[in-house]
């Protein structure tokens, strides 16, 4: 596919997919109770079902087909460094990718250094601010963000709103910016890894060291509801850890106009599917407790080295959020704590009712399992009662 059609292919393919996401998840609901009735004796009915069965089939088939499509040519542009929106009349791009022509549009306050990462909202670069005299990292937005107006107005609101987080453990963000047509968030430098990439090198970790990275995480997290700011995509890569184990939470205020960021590279679902909660991915309002179950999805994978749900593709693993219990961590990881353990499924209850209603009380909850275990009895007794009743404990 040429890069020239690239963005009005996918355009037509997000609203297409807008369209048909909704029914797809009907059907397979609807195909779900009629599995769970039981065995069809009328042959009628039994065709109907068999039918129905097949329309779901069909219509999964081709949201993961365009899922893997739309993210592929999305993978290949952005990794060639090729990407571009609609040219202008003398032909160039309104977006440089390449490291050269963002060095040159920037070179009047800001020094590139090195590239950091691309993803679904742009390119991110290692930059030395000469007016604040320190390094920065400048996310360079994608331009087929930075072609939507009513999206750059959202985006400008949410960094305003970001920029109130004050907290050694979320980047602090400067400023939203545009020159020459390039616009771009400049932020704090912080030199690290990703915490998704930290997991994948060292698998599950200790109690301690999980608990330390835990507690961290929850305290920038509460001090950005404090200020009445939802991240809706946490996840652990956008988690820096630094060598001495110190955390940054990234991207508060750019989530909810992330148009790329998230299912799909058509952006049908705001959010990462591995960590998104059931109403996330059922489109429906968030509240601070759909942060709450990505953060319960990020202890199941400090404690475990996995996340509790996988899939060949975004939708399987949507569909898995709402409808799939998790496994046990205990049954991945024998050596966590019983009371660990029921931390992470009491954040990870479909229904936001049944979770934590907000960070302190979950960190409490945390710190007690972790810092004061109970006897070896009482964790015997407590596992004999069923999951649900321990969960409302």
């Known amino acids: 596919m040429g890069e020239g059609v690239l963005v009005p292919f996918i355009v037509f393919a997000a609203i297409t997919a807008w369209v048909v996401l909704p029914k797809y998840f009907r059907y397979r609901q609807e195909l779900e109770r009629e599995k769970s009735k039981n065995p069809v004796v009328n042959p009628q009915q039994e065709t109907e079902v068999k039918k129905l069965r097949e329309r779901v089939e069909n219509l999964e088939s081709l949201l993961c087909r365009l899922d893997s499509e739309i993210n592929y040519q999305m993978e290949r542009s952005l990794t060639s460094g090729k990407i571009q929106t609609i040219a202008d009349p003398a032909g160039n791009s309104q977006m ?14 800001f020094q ?14 290692q930059a030395y601010d000469k007016q604040l005299k320190e390094q920065v990292a400048i996310k360079i937005l994608s331009p087929m963000l930075s072609n939507d107006s009513d999206a750059l107005e959202r985006l400008k609101r949410e960094v305003s709103a970001a920029r109130r987080i004050t907290h050694p453990n979320v980047i602090r963000i400067h400023d939203i910016s545009e020159t020459s047509g390039l616009h771009f968030v400049s932020m704090e430098f912080f030199q690290g890894t990703s915490l998704k990439e930290h997991v994948k090198r060292s698998g599950a970790l200790s109690v301690m060291q999980a608990y330390n990275i835990a507690s961290q995480i929850s305290e920038g997290l509460e001090a950005a509801h404090r200020q009445g700011i939802i991240h809706r995509d946490l996840k652990s890569q956008n988690i820096i850890i630094n060598p ?13 106009t992330a148009h790329l960021e998230g299912l799909t590279a058509t952006g049908l679902i705001m959010g990462t599917p591995e960590y998104m909660a059931p109403e996330q991915v059922a489109g429906k309002k968030v509240d601070e407790r759909a942060d709450l179950y990505s953060f319960g999805i990020i202890l199941f994978e ?8 996988t899939g060949d593709s975004a939708i399987a693993i949507g569909f898995k959020q709402m409808k799939e219990e998790p496994p046990p961590p205990r ?25 934590y209603h907000s960070v302190a009380e979950m960190k409490a909850d945390l710190e007690k399992a972790v810092l004061q275990p109970v006897s070896a009895s009482a964790i015997h007794s407590s596992q004999t009662k069923p999951v649900a009743e321990r969960i409302r404990e």
Do not use: C, Y
């Open 331 to 355: 049954q991945i990881n024998p050596q966590l704590p019983a009371a660990v353990e029921q931390v992470i499924l009491k954040a990870i209850q479909k229904d936001p009712l049944m979770r």
């Open 302 to 309: 400090l404690f475990t080295g996995k996340v509790p749900f």
């Open 112 to 125: 590139i250094l090195k590239e950091l990462g691309r993803g679904g909202m742009g390119i991110v670069f």
């Open 244 to 256: 001495l184990n110190q955390i940054k939470i990234i991207d508060f205020g750019l989530a909810h």
């Open 96 to 109: 440089p990718t390449t490291f050269m022509n963002v060095a040159a549009a920037l070179e009047s306050r």
